[in-house]
């Protein structure tokens, strides 16, 4: 755990796999220092089975960026490092180079907290071919796990009609920092709240909690636990009411609940955090308001998720409120995004022109993107997303209004009369970060309330989800054919000496 | 992410639930400060549909207990916070008690690497109520996701029949600490490297790697590429082989053989990263074996874990190692263990007897074992482990041979004849580690390798293992059984005012 392991923000340098390290210096040898490189983060698939995903950890790409340097400790480190064949694996020339180095790139992204969808870059690095392959790993292990969280956050928060959500996950993630990123991008995802109290500090998100079991099982009854844990935090209290019977620990809430009033206090809520949810809210609803207690809220837990949520609205449950835990800290039943990092483009040092570049793959689908691109995003009069247009301006035949689908080149959007926006914002510029690249968390966590607000309903439904149009522009989509077939012809050339 | 974020040591006693401190308030308002009470972290069922866990992160307890302090800026920051209803969510006097507040606990734990089964405890903490409340969730948040990745990897290993499995999780983990948390585990799991230099760094664990498809993509042709990167690194030359036609790439990988042949160096491996693993690596040891090339090894990547690897030796693949990532770093498919951590025994402050607690469910099987717990594993002549047996001293009947199981008191295990040893050892006393809560990676990592080379194959099997004998001595059994019936007669009375 870096917590304890006195981790430092320049070990973003070594927070990469091995092969980033050897390939830079097989650049560095090979005299390709400064070829340029175009490189993309997408993902292929929404997670989930949904119809959209919530870019997430693009704000932090600047930070990254900054502190991207080899301190001695690095340099020692890489130095130590012995080939399986025999010899030191790095050469001194190399680690001298990497001791000056600078993550001089430019970078533009997605801002978090806005909806992105498949194939469409979420992230665009420019820069050497060694600092493009050197950021690689730790650019996806950045983005790709929050971009899941926020997801899958918007999804639970969409399934709770406006109630709140809370993350209650850090003791099912993955270390600290799995416990951090999961609160921060849930936030953007659109949760109230976190029981992380270290993401509190650091994030300044709202913190929010009750009391466990252990607290009344600590008193001789639960009453006296209930009474004690009221007048200790009279102005945030909510009672777990489910470590006996439930009906008789709402019998001994209301009891407290008067007793409190009668000091000038009210109870908050109670939590249920076992049996059934549906059953037990409507018990818990009814006994309050014949208690003459309507303001008491009702809470619960207890491995939810976005459907466990919508079947207990489902079933007209009177719940308030949410505490979600393993199942978005873990990403259930999904825990990976899959995003991944292709070289779209390549120029020589000292050119110009950028040359696109395609991966084939005996799987269609697989097959990527060329070229520079940044993308158009193309709203109706509402302001709704109407679909998204990846452009390499380079190719681009100018002013049309087709997008022209990424697996189906046959199958064509028409966004004529619909204006467009740019997706992408520059968040790093020759290797600082700019102002659009630190954004704030309250102002990713609106943008992504906006951004599903406009996202047709369609698109967000979990079931069968209406697919959002995504594709290239027409000349981009050209390129794409005449190089995949370019590339086709002429792979075994390039696979001939 | 922790590594930008600048977080310290002592950040640990933030890293944790909200709930955990407004409980510490409220047992330090309720004059229950002094309190001491007995925990256990244990998990309920093993992960995977396997047959055994194996114990991971509890190493690392000593560490996170010497540094659980209350800073000045974890003092400001909770002296900030509002409670919902209005006013200070922390009294300043408790406050003061943080600042002053010591983790002194004693911890016992299943050491690293040993195999673990489900309902007998995993840790062991006994301290002030307040101590072990404050700990709880910092505890889950190490112990849950290592142990569930380590169990990952010795089922990959185990598939892998010998052959080296690498860590290549790094980009699909919840950030730097998942990824530190992943390669620490799986290198005591079984793998034998990792990609992550951080890991590398910081644990001294062996690190791997290749070079990407981008690498390839980057040259002009396929053989420039293989040239350039047999020349940089010729004592640890992977060669990538998958980028266009993998036929024709095998056929560049043993021209470039040949070539570092005839320069005094080997080519060590190729690596297939796509399409049939089983058919390509075949046709990759026909190939080089064919080309005098026996001492050529194939690697394979892609999506892998203990099935696809078991499928593919099934079909006879040649393979000689296999880089694991996506499903490693995930644990996909049960991205979490759900181990918890419950209160067993409470004791006045000044009191010498503990008094057992139970905790009764409307499921039966999630009833809690009450009772200071420690466990004696028996084992055969062969040193083989034949079961577990949970014992509370205080109630032993003493030297019986029978071991209760948890679920149905009805079923016994006969033990006698076999030799019993401790499973759980002292980790911290009076809040400092001791050496056995100090283990070196490698020692862990012995440790395991041990351990599941002595477990009954029925019991490592991943269809329908055999259920590993664990249940309690027989005093404790009895005690459980009259507990739960006490707790049923007099829950109401424990829920009267």
Redesign the interface.
Same mark, same amino acid.
């Given at each position: 755990? #870096? @917590?304890?392991?006195?981790?430092?923000?320049t070990?973003?340098a070594?927070? =990469?796999?091995?092969?980033? @390290? =050897?390939?830079a210096?097989?650049?560095w040898?090979?005299g390709?220092v400064d070829?340029q490189?175009c490189?993309n983060v997408f993902f292929r698939e929404n997670p989930f089975g949904g119809g959209y995903a919530v870019a997430c950890g693009t704000g932090?790409i600047a +930070?990254?960026v900054e502190?991207f340097t080899f301190d001695d400790?690095?340099i020692t480190?890489?130095a130590s490092?012995q080939?399986?064949?025999?010899?030191d694996?790095f050469k001194q020339g190399f680690l001298d180079y990497l001791s000056d180095f600078r993550m001089d790139v430019d970078i533009w992204a997605v801002p978090e907290g806005d909806v992105v969808f498949p194939r469409e870059p979420l992230v665009r690095v420019e820069g050497s071919?060694i600092a493009c392959?050197l950021l690689? =790993?730790a650019l996806?292990?950045?983005v790709?796990?929050q971009t899941l969280v926020a997801t899958k956050t918007a999804r639970v928060v969409q399934a709770a009609e406006g109630h709140m959500v809370s993350d209650?996950g850090?003791?099912?993630?993955?270390?600290? +920092?799995?416990?951090?990123?999961?609160a921060r991008a849930s936030y953007v995802g659109g949760a109230a709240s976190t029981?992380?109290?270290?993401a509190?500090?650091?994030y300044g998100i709202p913190?929010? $909690?009750?009391?466990?079991?252990?607290?009344v099982?600590?008193f !001789?009854?639960?009453?006296e636990a209930f009474r004690?844990?009221a007048? #200790?935090? !009279?102005?945030?209290?909510v009672l777990l009411v489910d470590?006996? +019977?439930v009906r008789? $620990?709402l019998?001994?809430a209301i009891?407290v609940a008067k007793e409190m009033e009668a000091a000038g206090?009210?109870l908050?809520a109670v939590r249920i955090d #076992? $049996?059934d949810l549906a059953k037990l809210s409507k018990l818990a609803r009814g006994m309050f308001d014949d208690a003459g207690l309507p303001y008491v809220k009702i809470s619960v837990s207890n491995d939810l998720d976005e459907y466990t949520i919508q079947s207990l609205f489902a079933q007209g449950a009177p719940i308030d409120s949410f505490g979600v835990g393993?199942k978005l800290?873990?990403? +259930?039943?999904q825990?990976?995004?899959?995003g991944v990092y292709?070289?779209s483009a390549?120029r020589a040092a000292g050119a110009v022109e950028w040359s696109p570049?395609i991966?084939?793959?005996?799987m269609a689908y697989?097959r990527t993107i060329p070229g520079v691109q940044h993308v158009l995003r193309f709203r109706d009069e509402a302001g709704c997303p109407a679909g998204d247009m990846i452009v390499d301006d380079s190719v681009a035949v100018g002013g049309t209004t087709t997008i022209v689908d990424v697996l189906d080149p046959e199958t064509t959007y028409d966004v004529s009369g619909h204006d467009s926006s740019e997706l992408l914002r520059q968040m790093v510029e020759g290797g600082r970060g700019t102002e659009a690249g630190r954004p704030s968390l309250e102002a990713s966590k609106q943008r992504c309330r906006d951004a599903l607000m406009h996202l047709d309903p369609a698109v967000r439904r979990f079931l069968n989800p209406q697919i959002y149009p995504v594709g290239m522009e027409e000349g981009l989509a050209k390129l794409r054919v005449d190089l995949a077939r370019e590339e086709r012809l002429h792979?075994?050339?390039?696979?001939?000496?």
């Open positions: 755990m #870096s @917590l304890t392991d006195r981790t430092k923000p070990d973003v070594l927070n =990469t796999d091995l092969y980033e @390290l =050897t390939m210096q097989g650049f040898e090979s390709l070829t490189a490189f932090q +930070d990254l502190n400790e690095a480190y890489l490092l080939a399986p064949g025999g010899g694996m071919a392959q690689e =790993t996806l292990n950045l790709n796990f209650f850090l003791r099912r993630a993955q270390g600290p +920092d799995g416990g951090l990123a999961v029981s992380n109290c270290l509190g500090r650091i913190v929010f $909690g009750t009391h466990a079991h252990s607290w099982m600590a !001789p009854s639960e009453i004690a844990f007048k #200790s935090s !009279p102005k945030n209290c470590t006996y +019977d008789r $620990g019998a001994n009891k206090e009210r908050a #076992s $049996g393993t800290a873990t990403c +259930d039943p825990p990976s995004l899959g292709k070289l390549t570049v991966k084939l793959s005996e697989k792979s075994g050339r390039r696979q001939e000496a």
